[in-house]
């Protein structure tokens, strides 16, 4: 099982958070992917552009976090938080 938590940040209160789990045979990567995209639907936001330094996080901690820079359309909060809770 995959699972990957979501949260939603602003003056370092949680917001909203919520847990996606993906069952499939797909690859970590697509599993991460798959998992945003959902995230993004339930948050009702666009989807988050990938800068170096989320990469490199998310490589090393398995977490990363999306600031305003990452998203085209203006938030309502300081960043989005996502963190791999569980993998297969």
Sequence with gaps: MFRLWA??????????????ADDSDDTRTHKVFKSLEEVCIRFDLSKP???????????????ARFGP???IDDIDFDFLEIQIIEED
């Design 7 to 20: 949260r939603e940040f602003k003056n370092n209160h949680m917001l909203n958070d919520t847990v996606v």
């Design 49 to 63: 552009i990938w800068l170096e330094t989320n990469i490199s996080d998310f490589k090393k901690y398995a977490k």
């Design 69 to 71: 820079d990452s998203f």
